[in-house]
């Protein structure tokens, strides 16, 4: 059951704006962007939502309207496996407004959708809503600030500074439980390799403890941003809140900043699955993605919450350069070895994607042993869990290859989204020669590729030395 504040009714002369999430309505609901969008549109237009596991993604949830009577469709793209309910979703409506698309995969790489929308926004849109939906036709969409409709030679991502923060939400029973989504900061000041957040949502900002909000009518907060204990203040703000009673839930926690009191904070916010994400076993390879943490900073952290909390759950990747088949080895050795601190272990293991925008965006996905040796490092792993009852989460590598092909991909690939085979495409997931022209070398994010080239030069050859 939802609470939601903002709900209209339809009149004359407002115009109808569709939010559209391509995939289930727990995510979408616990998506702090779409929050805001749905917010801000309501205040000039009529804005109503849509979910792929709602009326499959055609009738809006608020009055069940079809989406083609709509004016525009904003759609909301969080992971490039949306792009399939997303062609879906626009072929089935028979939708003939003005189709908008954005989020982190529109920032990433628009090319492979090119063809099914109107425009494109790049960069994060709040503030700046009212003059996008003000125009009558697509064709007056270019020009606006962040816009690109395939015409543009570039395009300069947009952001905003970070102001206050929502007094209201829609509340409802989303990923993180029925909570409210408390949104503390966006970017990050760490240089993860392999990370798209550093390089999308530069630069960090941080909201201070004056810009959030009262909140009411819930007792859980959840706590969003990237890496939300680097916040200056993450321990004052998780104070204010346990001591008014609320549970709290971080996205997510870096080892190298939990300390005993931050612990115990989390602790009586009732938190009980401690999360970290030490991507490698390596100590090698942890430098070559500059995760900045050790297993030795996990151990401390997992030797502290002893008896604390009843879960502790790691991310690691796998396919990463230089990768050994005992590094594989060694991260289930790792979960073993905390299971004396934490009875219960859960490991989930995903493949590296060298996405676009960062420093490994050349490199071919797999690794050196490319998909079948991802395979096999799967089977490896699921064998070694099972001796030592650690519970594994395993990726579904088909999946892994098709996002990488539309992450890296150009238009050509959108085929793929209209039936074709995907394995014409697995040329995208090979090294990308230093020089090529890349299909999202349009989008100026703020950095200078010359700088990546350097970075990229500068990891391979430390890693070649360590082999
Ligand atoms: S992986 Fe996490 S800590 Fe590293 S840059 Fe990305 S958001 Fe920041």
Request: aromatic residues 10%; contains cysteine.
């Amino acid at each position: 059951m939802e609470f939601n504040p903002f709900q209209r009714k339809f009149r004359k002369g407002l115009k109808k704006v569709a939010l559209v999430y391509p995939n289930r309505y727990v995510g979408g609901i616990a998506n702090i962007g779409i929050q805001q969008i749905y917010a801000e549109v309501n205040e000039f237009a009529i804005c109503e939502r849509f979910y792929a596991d709602i009326f499959d993604g055609l009738k809006s949830l608020e009055s069940q309207t079809p989406l083609s009577e709509f004016d525009f469709a904003l759609f909301s793209l969080q992971y490039e496996t949306d792009y399939f309910k997303t062609v879906e979703i626009i072929r089935k409506s028979n939708f003939k407004g003005i189709k908008i698309a954005g989020g982190p995969c529109v920032m990433e790489n628009p090319k492979p959708l090119l063809q099914f929308f109107d425009a494109f926004f790049i960069g994060e849109v709040e503030g700046r809503l009212q003059e996008i939906l003000s125009v009558r036709s697509p064709e007056e969409l270019c020009g606006i600030k962040g816009i690109y409709t395939g015409k543009e030679e570039k395009v300069r991502r947009v952001f905003p500074k970070l102001g206050k923060h929502l007094e209201n939400e829609i509340i409802a029973d989303g990923a993180y439980g029925r909570c409210f989504l408390l949104e503390i900061g966006r970017g990050c000041i760490r240089k993860c390799t392999f990370c798209l957040v550093r390089q999308i949502y530069a630069p960090p900002r941080w909201r201070g403890v004056e810009d959030l909000p009262e909140i009411k009518g819930v007792n859980k907060v959840a706590i969003i941003a990237p890496s939300p204990t680097d916040h200056p203040n993450f321990k004052d703000i998780l104070q204010i809140f346990i001591e008014k009673g609320f549970e709290v839930s971080p996205s997510s926690l870096r080892a190298d900043t939990l300390d005993e009191e931050l612990l115990e904070l989390l602790r009586a916010g009732n938190v009980r699955t401690i999360t970290l994400a030490p991507e490698t076993a390596s100590t090698e390879l942890s430098e070559f993605l500059k995760k900045g943490f050790s297993f030795e900073d996990v151990k401390m952290v997992a030797e502290i919450s002893a008896g604390k909390f009843e879960k502790l759950k790691l991310y690691y990747m796998i396919g990463i350069p230089g990768e050994s088949i005992d590094d594989v080895r060694r991260i289930v050795e790792q979960g073993e070895e905390l299971k004396k601190y934490i009875p219960k272990i859960e490991i989930s293991v995903n493949p590296l994607v060298p996405k676009p925008h960062t420093p490994l965006q050349w490199l071919s996905f797999g690794g050196h042993g490319g998909v079948a040796g991802l395979k096999k490092k799967v089977e490896l792993l699921s064998m070694l869990s099972q001796r030592c009852g650690i519970e594994l989460s395993k990726p579904n590598l088909n999946e892994f290859v098709i996002q990488t092909i539309l992450a890296r991909g150009d238009q050509s690939v959108s085929g793929i989204l209209e039936g074709e085979n995907y394995r014409r495409y697995l040329g995208f997931l090979d090294a990308i020669k230093i020089d090529a022209e890349l299909p999202w070398d349009f989008i100026d994010h703020g950095y200078r590729k010359s700088r990546l080239v350097k970075e990229f030069e500068q990891l391979m050859l430390a890693i070649s030395k360590d082999l």
